[in-house]
C-alpha cells in the first residue's frame, strides 16, 4: 500500500465478517485510529456497535451482524447462550424477539454489557456446539442460562415444554445445567421444570395445574395416554382423572391453528365420547380471564362424573 493511501470498501469489507470488524484490524490495514472513530459518528458512514467493534455501514444491523459483533466483543473463548442459542438449536417457542443476547465468557473476562449483548461470565464454560459456524451453548445449558432472564413463568414453561416434548433434550438434562451453574435466578425456572416434569406441556397447562391447585380436588394425571377396554388409543388427555373417566381439555388457539389441527382434536373428543369418557374443555384464555367460573366448572364435572358408573375397561398409559 503507497504512503498516505488506504483500502477502498471493498478491501475493507472483504476483511469484516459480514460488515462487522474490529477497530484495531481496521487500523493494522491502514487507517488512523481518528480516521476510523470519526467514520463513526452521527452522519457517518459506519457505527460502533460495541466497544472496538464497528459496522461497515448504517441502517440496522441484522441479526447475524448483531451475533458476530457479540462474539467479536466477548473474544476467542465467547459462547453464544440464552434465548438466541435456543432458536439456533430448533426450540421454537421462546419469548418474543427484541431481548439481548446472551453470551457466556470465561471468568477472567471483564467485560461490560452493551445495548444489544448480556456478558455472563462463567466458572463452568462449556464446549460448545456450532449452528451456521456461530459457537453455541448445548442447548441444556442454554435453557438453563435463558430461563434465569426471564419472570414470567408461563414464557419459561413454553421454553422448557417445547424442547422436551420435542425431544430436544430431557427435563434431567436442564437439571443438571440449572444445579452446575448457580441458585442466582433459578428458583422460578426450577418450579417450572417440575411442573414440565409432572407432564405440563405448555403455559396454558401450567394455568390449569394453578387453577387445580385452588379446586379442592385431587390431582389428575397430566397428558396421558387413554385407551379403551380394547386397548385402542383414544387421545391424550391434558389432565386426566382416572377413577372417574374424566378429562379435562384445554383448548389453545396456538394448539389449533390449521383445519388439520382442529379435525385431529375433534376425532378426539368422538372417540373419548364413544368410549364414556367425561369431557370438560375449556378455552386456554379463560384459565386466567375467568379463572373463578371455569373453576366452578371443573368441580361441577368432576361431581357429576363422579356420580355416574364408571365406563368399564378405560385405561391410561405414560405418552410416548
Given amino acids: 500500500m503507497r504512503r498516505g493511501s488506504e483500502p477502498d470498501r471493498a478491501t475493507l469489507w472483504a476483511a469484516s465478517q459480514g460488515g462487522v470488524i474490529a477497530a484495531r484490524v481496521l487500523i493494522e490495514m491502514g487507517l488512523s485510529e481518528s480516521t476510523v472513530y470519526r467514520r463513526c459518528r ?8 460495541a466497544p472496538g467493534i464497528l459496522l461497515l455501514c448504517t441502517g440496522e444491523p441484522t441479526d447475524d451482524q448483531l451475533v458476530t459483533a457479540a462474539l467479536l466483543h466477548g473474544g476467542p473463548r465467547a459462547v ?27 471468568d477472567d473476562r471483564q467485560l461490560r454489557h452493551t445495548w444489544f449483548v448480556r456478558v455472563d461470565r462463567s466458572r463452568n464454560m462449556p464446549v460448545p456446539v456450532r449452528r451456521g459456524g456461530v459457537p453455541l451453548a448445548p442447548l441444556p445449558r ?13 414464557e419459561i414453561a413454553e421454553l422448557f415444554s417445547d424442547a422436551v416434548q ?11 445445567e440449572l444445579d452446575a451453574n448457580g441458585q442466582h435466578g433459578s428458583a422460578t425456572p426450577r418450579r417450572v421444570l417440575r411442573a414440565v416434569r409432572d407432564g405440563i406441556r405448555s403455559a396454558a ?13 385431587p390431582e389428575p394425571l397430566w397428558n396421558v395416554a387413554v385407551h379403551d377396554g380394547s386397548g385402542r388409543f383414544l387421545g391424550v388427555a391434558d389432565a386426566w382423572w382416572d377413577d372417574v373417566a374424566l378429562a379435562w381439555e384445554i383448548n389453545s388457539i396456538a394448539w389449533h ?3 388439520t389441527d382442529y379435525a385431529r382434536e375433534q376425532a378426539k373428543s368422538a372417540r373419548f365420547a364413544a368410549a364414556g369418557v367425561a369431557v370438560l374443555p375449556t378455552v386456554a384464555r379463560r384459565l386466567r380471564g375467568d379463572a373463578p367460573e371455569v373453576l366452578r366448572e371443573l368441580t361441577a364435572a368432576h361431581r357429576a362424573a363422579t356420580g355416574r358408573p364408571r365406563p368399564p375397561g378405560l385405561h391410561w398409559t405414560e405418552r410416548r
Avoid at 452521527?42 to 456497535?49: E, Y
Avoid at 442454554?142 to 408461563?154: I, K, N, P, Q
Avoid at 387453577?211 to 380436588?217: D, M, N, Q, Y
Wanted: proline share 7%; glycine share 10%; charged share 30%.
Fill in 166 to 176: 420435542r425431544r430436544l433434550c430431557t427435563v434431567a438434562e436442564i437439571a443438571a
Fill in 142 to 154: 442454554a435453557l438453563a442460562d435463558g430461563s434465569r432472564t426471564l419472570r414470567d413463568e408461563r
Fill in 205 to 217: 397447562e401450567l394455568d390449569a395445574k394453578k387453577l387445580w391447585a385452588r379446586s379442592g380436588l
Fill in 80 to 106: 453464544l447462550t440464552g434465548l438466541s442459542a435456543c432458536l439456533r438449536q430448533g426450540v421454537r417457542r421462546t419469548p418474543t424477539p427484541g431481548r439481548k443476547l446472551q453470551l457466556l465468557v470465561p
Fill in 257 to 259: 391453528l390449521t383445519p
Fill in 42 to 49: 452521527d452522519g457517518g458512514p459506519w457505527q460502533r456497535l
